[in-house]
Every structure is written in C-alpha cells, then in structure tokens.
C-alpha cells in the first residue's frame, strides 16, 4: 500500500467512525449525498431492524393496506396468526374496511361511485360469512365438521351477512310475502345453529347484514341481544313474525355502539320497534323503498339528536316524502343523498329536496342529488337560501341525453350562486355503475367528457 | 444554490439542497420553522433527524434525489384504497434501489419515510414488504419479518379455528 493508498484508507475510515459516532460530532460535512462508489453503500449496509425494533401499528397497517380485504382474505388470515401484534392489526383493518362500506363519504371518482351503489347489494356482496350462511336459513350449508363440534369465534373479519331466500326477491317483500314460509324456517336444525352461533359470539361483531329473512320475534331478539359492539347494521326485507299481529317485540338494551343504520324495505312493526330503540344514537341512516318513519318517528331533531347523514334512496311512499316535507327542524345534517332510480317519481320532487335541505342549509357539507341541470335553478330560485359550506355537489342522471349542453360554463352559472364554497361537482351519468361516466366540474381543473 | 444540512441519529451530517429536502414533508416544516424563527435570512438550516441512522438517511435522500421531479403526492391519496400509488410510482430505478436490500433495511427505510413524510418511498417500500407476506405460510412471515409468536395458551390454535370459518370450503 502506497502513501496515497494509506491516505485514502485513512480518510475512509474516518469518515465511516464519523457516521457511526453517537457520541461524536462529525469532523466534516459530505458534499453529496451519494455513496462515492457502490461498493461503499454495500459495506455501510449492516440492517439494524430485529425483532425487538418497535414497529408502530399504523405502518403495520399501511404495509396490510396494501392487501385487499376480499381477495386476499386468506393471506390477512394468515397473518392474524404471525403474532398477537399482527393479529391486532389484522383485524382492525378488517373492522376498519367493513365499516367503510357504511360511511364511504369521500369524494373522489371511485367512491362517489360506490355511494350511488344500492348499500344492500354492496353490503351483502362483501360481508362474510358466506360458506356458512350465504345459501340461506332453509339450507345452511355449514362445514360438516365444524357443525357437528363448532369451535372459536367465527366471526374473526368481526363481520358477517344472514342472508335468505332466493325466492323473496321476486316478491313484495312486505308482511304479505311468503305467508307460509315462516314455520320452514324454525323448523329447520340449521337455524338454531345460526342463533347459537350469534348467542357465542355475536359481541365480536361490529358489522352485520340480514337480508332475505322472516324470522320470529324471540329469536330476532336472541340475535341483536348478543351483538353487544355492533357498529353498523344493514336490514334489508327483514320481516319479524309475531305470535300475535300487534305483539310488541322486547326490545334489547345493548345495542349502545349501533350508530350506522342501512334499512331497506322492512315491515312497518318491525320499524317501530327499530326506529324507537335506535334512533337517538343515529349517525349515519340509508333508507331505501319502504320509509322508516311510523307513527311518532319523523325526522326531528328531538329523535335523531346526532344525524349528520341521511341517504335516501328510491323514496316510493308517500309517507316518506310527506314526512320529509312536514319536518319542522331536523337535525343539523352535513350530507344529504337523495336518489330515485329510474323509476318516476311524483312522491318527491326536486323542489321538495331544496325545500328540505334549506332547512340546514348551514351545516350542508356535501348533497348527492338525482337531478338535471336545469331542473336545479328554479327550485333554488324559489328557496332562496344560500349553501354557505357545500363543498362538494353530485348529481346522478338517468338518461345520457341529458348530459346535452352541460359545460363548464353552464354548471359553474348553475351551481356557484347557492354554493359559493363549492369545490368539487361530480355528474354520474346513469344510475347502474356498469353505465356510470362522469363529467368532473373545472371547478377542480379536472374536466372530463 | 440554498442548502440544509441533514443530521442523522449517529451524527453524520448531508448537506443537500433545500428544494430537494422539501420533498419531505417533515424536512419542509423545519425548514420553514427555522426560517420564521431566524433572523438571518441567509442562515443554513441544520436539521437532526434523531430516529434514523445516516445509512437509512442516505437512502432516503438518495431516492429523493431521484425523484426530485416527480409530482409530489398528497398525504391521503389512494388512502382508503392502498393500492395504486406503489404499482404507479415503481420506475425500473426503484425496483433496482430495492433489490438489494434485506428486509431489515427495507423496514428501516419504512419507518424513516414515515418519519420524513415522503409518501412516495412509504407506498413503494409497503408494497414490497407486502409481496413478501403474499403467499408465504406463517411460518414464513415470521422467519422472513424475525418474528416469534408470542400467543398465550392455545390462543394460536384458536386463532387457527377462527379462520377456518372464512377460509374452510
């Protein structure tokens, strides 16, 4: 080794006790950034990271995040078994990823989209546990050795959907439907499974769909009773049956973590019973088809003291909309979804939406409305209420032709004079997602045809 | 040109340009901290970073540099989602600065990128360490992240009949 070798080598070394000094300010600063040669960066790369290095739950998270929560199930299963660290995580991201099919409410393409979706077909088609109970109660299909000596919790996505008959779909799904079906059911074994299942474990749950289903009073009770930490509920054609037509159902006092409501098409007792017991801690409700307001229960600020979202989809009662035109103060609503499908409506009119949603019109963040264009400027003219904190405006429309002159110019001299705050305007174009084009406003400098 | 010197947590200092450390959302406040509490304006900031060590720094910093004129992306893109930004952002040159990399390293340059906001190498690393998980049998996992289980009783055994209700077919 030559002098200038021997240099060299010096230089190197002091440079390298610098880096790995703790106790020591460094001599000299790097000109660069960057390793003089690669063989340098090779050398200086001794890993550091064992297993007692504290990685925080939230990067654990953002790592599973990177796994889908449906198809790579199996994989998330897996790692619940890795250590009770990722166990935790795995299932928070679970429960996290469940309850986001509730409370979608952001705003960008992909989402928007899936807030026009039905809830009850998104809800149905994600939850879990559809080996066990997806072919519904007449004919569970649960796996054989597991039936015969059922063991742990079944419910480890915290998550899980009863769905019913196939053949309710085809009928009115009102107390009429399917008179003699009820005795089917409770004869059935399987079914006392599916309650003894939710008797064992139903406090795990935090997300659940019944969907399909007549069910007897008592055991309707037996079910929600168990599920003590339920978040989010999704009651879709769920008809209760009754020893006698005006039996009261006894009412279970445990459902104090329910603030997520998606019903849809329920019978009217079975209503008043859910609605009564519910609706105070309601912060998120769906309604779709048959209204949910019975009797004392209208959509007063004194009944649903915490509502910040109201979803109304396909509203084809009269009830529903008279209601929603006589409520004096409903609560101070942050974002409203009014959708009808392609079915006419004579019930509720567009007019009648602004009318109500003027009602709030301080607290309105965000409003999904089936709408044309043109038809909006009227109704606004005759409210005359301004939107000070809309920030974000969707409109859905059936018939692709309407799209017809909708430009920039035109939705800007729509919108702004009642959203002056307005930052984002999303026009759905068709009410199946298979069909959904969008139209984003330049409001956002993203326009797009 | 404006420089910032970059002092890791075994106190070897980077002297790199203030517009390529702003790309770190964390090395972007401190700067702006120190420049509203500065009276010279011509002053250079220093910055130690306490948590990351100068061979995970100089990671950092190097992939900063190469992608100093990528379009900087917000902090909650793709959030709900997860997926996207890492299949989006992945150059030939990402995928050459990782290869060499074990998996320790590969966790240290996560949590420092968490550390120093820059969302671009957090995606990009997950995804990674994500990749090694898919697939892998639990015995795997735990031999690849130098895990132990650390289950009380049979809890694992548990566990593994928990699963069988959304895996068994």
């Given at each position: ?7 060299k ?14 106790s ?15 063989s340098?960066?090779?050398?200086l ?7 007692e290095t504290i990685f ?24 619940r ?10 299932e ?15 705003q ?7 807030i026009?979706q039905?809830?009850?077909?998104s809800?149905?088609f ?7 109970v ?15 000596n059922?063991?742990?919790?079944p419910?480890p ?29 409770e004869?059935?074994a ?9 008797q ?16 007897f ?36 006092k ?15 007792t079975?209503y ?8 105070p ?9 048959r ?11 004194e009944?649903?003291?915490?509502l ?23 609560p ?15 019930y509720?009119?567009?007019e ?10 301080t607290?309105l ?8 264009l ?16 809309v ?12 799209r ?23 026009i ?5 997602v ?5 139209i984003?406003c ?8 | 040109?404006?420089?910032?010197r ?27 901290t ?20 100068a ?20 902090a ?15 150059s ?23 550390h ?15 990749s090694k998980i ?33 895996v068994?077919n």
């Open positions: 080794m030559d002098k200038q070798d021997r240099n080598f010096t230089n190197w070394m002091r440079r390298l006790r610098n880096i790995f000094s703790k020591k300010k460094p001599q000299h600063i790097l000109p660069s950034i960057l390793p003089s040669s690669e340098e960066l090779s050398e790369r001794i890993s550091s990271y064992s297993q925080p739950p939230e990067l654990m998270e953002a790592i599973l995040d990177k796994l889908h929560y449906v198809e790579d199930l199996p994989t998330l299963l897996r790692c078994l890795v250590c009770s660290h990722w166990k935790q995580v795995v928070k991201k679970l429960e996290t990823e469940y309850l986001f099919r509730w409370t979608n409410l952001n960008d393409e992909d989402h928007s989209l899936s026009f039905e809830t009850r077909i809800t149905c994600y939850s879990v546990i559809p080996e066990t997806y072919s519904g109660l007449t004919h569970i299909w649960l796996p054989p050795a597991i039936a015969a059922p063991k742990g919790n419910f996505n915290k998550s899980a959907a009863v769905i019913g008959f196939e053949n309710c779909h085809s009928g009115t799904h009102s107390d009429r439907a399917c008179p003699n079906l009820e005795h089917r059911i004869s059935k399987p079914y006392e499974e599916v309650v003894k299942l939710f064992n474990y139903g406090k795990y749950l935090t997300t659940l769909v019944l969907h399909d289903l007549i069910i009073q008592d055991n309707f009770c037996l079910v929600l009773a168990s599920t003590e930490s339920l978040k989010a509920l999704t009651l879709s054609w769920v008809k209760v049956s009754y020893s006698k037509e005006e039996a009261k159902i006894n009412v279970p445990c459902l104090t973590h329910l603030h997520i409501l998606s019903s849809h098409d329920n019978t009217e079975f008043k019973w859910l609605m009564t017991a519910v609706s801690q309601i912060v998120n409700l769906k309604i779709q088809g209204a949910p307001f019975y009797g004392k229960v209208t959509l007063e600020q009944i649903f003291k915490k910040k979202c109201l979803h109304v989809y396909s509203p084809m009662e009269w009830d529903l909309a008279e209601m929603l035109r006589k409520v004096e103060s409903p101070a609503l942050q974002h409203v979804t009014a959708v009808w499908g392609w079915i006419s409506n004579d509720w009119t567009v009648d939406v602004i009318k109500f949603i003027a009602k709030f019109c607290s963040v965000s409003l999904k409305i089936h709408v044309k043109c038809d909006l400027i009227t109704p606004f003219e005759n409210c005359g209420k301004i939107f000070p904190n920030k974000f405006v969707a409109m859905v429309i059936a018939n692709p032709e309407y017809a002159g909708w430009d920039e110019v035109s939705i800007r001299e729509s919108i702004l004079p009642w959203f002056p705050k307005v930052e984002s305007v999303i759905v174009n068709g009410f199946n298979s069909g959904v084009g969008f984003q330049p409001l956002c400098n993203r326009y797009e045809q | 040109m404006a420089l910032v970059v002092i890791s947590s075994d106190g070897a200092a980077f002297l790199v340009s203030q517009r390529l450390a702003k790309r770190s959302g964390k090395l972007k406040t401190e700067i702006e120190f420049r509203k509490s500065s009276d010279n304006s011509e002053a250079q900031p220093e910055i130690r970073i306490v948590t990351i060590r061979e995970i720094l100089r990671l950092v910093l190097q992939w900063l540099q190469q992608h100093q004129n990528d379009p900087v992306l917000p909650n893109q793709n959030e709900q989602d997860g997926r996207g930004d890492a299949e989006m952002g992945q030939q040159w990402d995928r050459d600065f990782l290869a060499p990399m074990d998996l320790g390293i590969v966790m240290e340059l996560i949590l420092a990128a968490n120093l906001e820059v969302k671009g190498l957090l995606d990009i690393t997950c995804k990674l360490v994500e898919t697939g892998r049998t639990v015995d795997e996992i735990r031999t690849a992240f130098k895990l132990k289980s650390d289950f009380k009783g049979n809890e694992e055994e548990q566990t593994r009949l928990e699963n069988r209700w959304c068994e």
